[in-house]
């Protein structure tokens, strides 16, 4: 941070900055989240934040920071950048031009996670359409904006069909209003996979919040170094820039880490609050100094290197070419882009919501699927009828087979006695709340440990639940 705020100064970006400390310090003061109220006031105050890595402590302590500050100030959109910069630093893929473009909210980083059985701990994924909405159409204002001809959709809605399919139904829905930009949508494991094998055909990727954290790191890893890369954080109101890549304890304070990464994010910085020229200055500068070989340790390589500095070093490097530019190396052209891209505010659309049933999930031991369901279907006679029962998602009841192996954790799934459940699309009818309660009180009065509900719903005669592998 040091060394990037020396080259903010010394090209006259007109940055002053107010300094907040948050994490491992803060969180050993006796703050439980590790960052203050005050620090909260001076971010709200400032709007934009140049952030250092957080260390987030693994199994324990506070909560990642870094998804507190996205989550609580609305950065909706996290934006990596991805460029080789070969051959100066080594890469077999001295082509590649990659944005990376992920949902930065929502999806498994809501962190909502409990342990409902001795065996089974559950995490939920969280994707809205407010959410789809607002981060598909900054990839594409983005690719719009900076001259880029393609986006991919990045999914896995083969098996997570209503999650993922709303990403890609949503993807599908606003792409079609940029008839000027190439898009396609790919399954992210062969994705990820052709995005490490061939980058060079990817151009801007956007997908969901653990997908873009992943193939991310992939991108910035194969392209050289992920300590090379910087990030944006867009929200509404708030915007917060940071290297991609996490803390370094065993080198803290020792002047060997490459700043190059926070470098590029105070660039992107500039650019954001419209002072494109100069993060082309500072780009140029740094461009031309790693084009010159003077690296630091991470990505210095004997015989093809020049010069091997330090932290402090690289930075006066840096700041002895500001005006400078790269002689083989792209150059920066920020100043051609947009700079800061709105996006409009999200408009709901009614739907008709009906109830048809519910999962009750069971912590049941005995390990006999059909003992369970036979037992269960003298408890549920009433107005709602056990459908199924699936462990891990797997159907074992009625009709399962005895190599599935099963845990403690039940889902049981009830629908009305009326619905038709033999056709490939079941036709569920629509039952009262108290018709649950009844039954959950009969399965009380029985001895069974209900651990969780989810009721089942239909918009516009749709079914928003998932049938269970094999149902």
Known sequence: MDATLRILDAAEAGIEPEFIDVGNAVYLSGNSSGITAEAWDIVRKNKIILKSPITTPQGKGY??????????????????????????????FPEMDVVVIRE??????????????QDVVQCLKLITRPGCERIVRYAFEYARAYDRKRVTCMVKDNIMKLTDGLFHKVFDEIGSEYPDIEKDTQIIDIASARLASRPEDYDVVVTSNLYGDIVSDIAAEIVGSVGMAGSANIGTDVAMFEAIHGSAPDIAGRNLANPSGLINAAVMMLAHIGRQSVADRIKNAWLATIERGIHTKDIFVQGQSVKAVSTDDFAAEVIERLGAAPE???????????????IPAFSRKPANKELVGIDIFLDWRDSDADKLGETLEAASAGALKLKMISNRGVKVYPGGIPETFC????????????ADIVSDEPVYRVIEYQQVLALLSRLNDGGFDVIKTENLYEFDGKRGFSLGQGE
């Open 63 to 92: 909560k990642s920071l870094n998804v507190t500050l996205r989550k609580a100030l609305g950065l909706f959109a996290n934006v990596r950048p991805v460029m080789s910069l070969s051959p100066y630093v080594h890469t077999h």
């Open 104 to 117: 930065n909210e929502e999806d498994l980083y809501a962190g909502i996670e409990h342990r409902q059985t």
């Open 328 to 342: 083989k190396l792209r150059k920066s052209a920020l100043s051609a882009g947009k700079g800061r891209i709105t």
């Open 407 to 418: 845990t403690d954790h039940w889902r049981c799934r009830f629908v009305s006695v009326d």
